[in-house]
T-cell receptor, first 112, second 113 residues
Framework: GEDVEQSLFLSVREGDSSVINCTYT??????LYWYKQEPGAGLQLLTY?????DMKQDQRLTVLLNKKDKHLSLRIADTQTGDSAIYFC????????????FGAGTRLFVKA | KAGVTQTPRYLIKTRGQQVTLSCSPI?????VSWYQQTPGQGLQFLFE???????NKGNFPGRFSGRQFSNSRSEMNVSTLELGDSALYLC????????????FGPGTRLTVL
């Protein structure tokens, strides 16, 4: 079945770049997402990319997709303490409705 | 534009009881999905509704059910609650199946004692 894997923890210093990696198994994935969850809150959609794209940039966020290796990454430039949160990678086939599969989440710690 | 709203935000029930959770999607959104989030299992897909029809279903027992109304509001019901049903239940809405954007509500935290 479909599976999404990501590392559980990442620690960076304030001002550095953060790179969170994710791999997925479903070759029919149409959409690949990055969500952010802060303590006690729901999921905030940060960005998403279509499977026919290689890269998407949105202000401090850069998403890279290697479809051949089924590898997705999220780069956060100039990481701030407010970026400390759990980041979820997710994929959806987008056909016949949504059935989004999430990774376990990467907890990002930003040290001042 | 108001976001996805879920009620109630917190709920405490005892084993064997049943519970109904409500989700109001963003205005104009016709797709509503439900997810269960627990520390052990992470985020798991429950089901998705579009125009009052269930289109997709995850691997949950029949105690978990849902429905969608003509105004796109959705409810999920869990019968015969078990301790393991304690979780954050998240609802997400999307404009249509062709849109990649799925927006989440704040969730309902259910505690089963």
């Amino acid at each position: 079945g479909e599976d999404v894997e990501q590392s559980l923890f990442l620690s960076v210093r304030e001002g550095d770049s953060s790179v969170i990696n994710c791999t997925y198994t479903d070759s029919s994935s149409t959409y690949l997402y990055w969500y952010k969850q802060e303590p006690g809150a729901g999921l905030q959609l940060l960005t998403y990319i279509f499977s026919n794209m290689d890269m998407k940039q949105d202000q401090r966020l850069t998403v890279l997709l290697n479809k051949k290796d089924k590898h997705l990454s999220l780069r956060i430039a100039d990481t701030q303490t407010g970026d400390s949160a759990i980041y979820f990678c997710a994929e959806s086939s987008g056909t016949g409705g949504f059935k989004t599969i999430f990774g376990a989440g990467t907890r990002l710690f930003v040290k001042a | 534009k108001a976001g996805v709203t879920q009620t109630p935000r917190y709920l405490i029930k005892t084993r064997g009881q049943q519970v109904t959770l409500s989700c109001s999607p963003i205005s104009g959104h016709r797709s509503v999905s439900w997810y269960q989030q627990t520390p052990g299992q992470g985020l798991q897909f429950l089901f998705e509704y579009f125009s009052e029809t269930q289109r997709n279903k995850g691997n949950f027992p029949g105690r978990f059910s849902g429905r969608q109304f003509s105004n796109s509001r959705s409810e999920m019901n869990v019968s015969t609650l078990e301790l393991g049903d304690s979780a954050l239940y998240l609802c997400a809405s999307s404009l249509a199946s062709s849109s990649g954007e799925q927006f989440f509500g704040p969730g309902t935290r259910l505690t089963v004692l």
